[in-house]
């Protein structure tokens, strides 16, 4: 893994991989569509470490909701990009930023067919000491797909909820890292 995210010191701060891969977690628990656009069917590269995990959790399945009895919903994972993440330690002040693509679309047989995609970027920071996460940013933009219009204009309650969502999983993340 030290490959995907390299531990190096600069200016008293350390890059932490593990922190990191939390990071990738936090998007991993909650339920939005992002990315700029439709991400592309077949992929151009292996997915990293991080995406794997953001993949396998399906990040999209909460996007599914009834109406009239009927189940709709983006809750179908079509593809995730992490672009970069990062950890950078300050005594016991870490923080983690997190920026990417995540995109949903209906699934196969839905009798109405779409996706939705987003950019985001999501910062966090978490003390070691106490495991106590102290903010949560997450900022949707450059929508993209068919449903992109409806994602977009449900961004700032999506943007709580992602935000409400990670914090219970940065938290689990930093008491594993401690051996709590």
Do not use: H, K, W, Y
């Not at 995907?4 to 922190?19: C, T």
């Not at 990191?20 to 292996?46: I, N």
């Not at 991080?50 to 009834?66: D, K, Y």
């Not at 839905?110 to 996460?133: I, M, N, P, R, Y």
């Amino acid at each position: 893994m030290s490959a995907l995210l390299p531990v190096r010191r600069a200016g008293g701060q350390a890059v932490l991989p593990a922190a990191a891969a939390a990071l990738g977690l936090m998007l991993a628990s909650t339920a939005v569509a992002q990315e700029a656009g439709p991400l592309p069917r077949e992929r151009t590269r292996e997915r990293t470490v991080i995406e794997e995990i953001v993949a396998a959790s399906n990040p999209c399945a909460a996007l599914r909701t009834e109406i009239g009895g009927q189940p709709i919903g983006l809750d179908a994972l079509d593809d995730v990009e992490i672009r970069t993440a990062n950890a950078a330690l300050d005594g016991d002040a870490v923080t983690l930023s997190l920026s990417g693509r995540l995109a949903c679309r209906t699934p196969e047989g839905s009798l109405l067919q779409g996706d939705a995609a987003s950019d985001v970027d999501a910062t966090a920071a978490v003390s070691l000491a106490d495991c106590a996460a102290a903010d949560v940013r997450v900022t949707l933009s450059a929508f993209g797909g068919s449903f992109a219009g409806i994602i977009e204009a449900l961004r700032p309650t999506i943007e709580a909820r992602i935000a409400e969502a990670a914090l219970p999983q940065i938290v689990a993340a930093c008491q594993d890292l401690r051996g709590a």
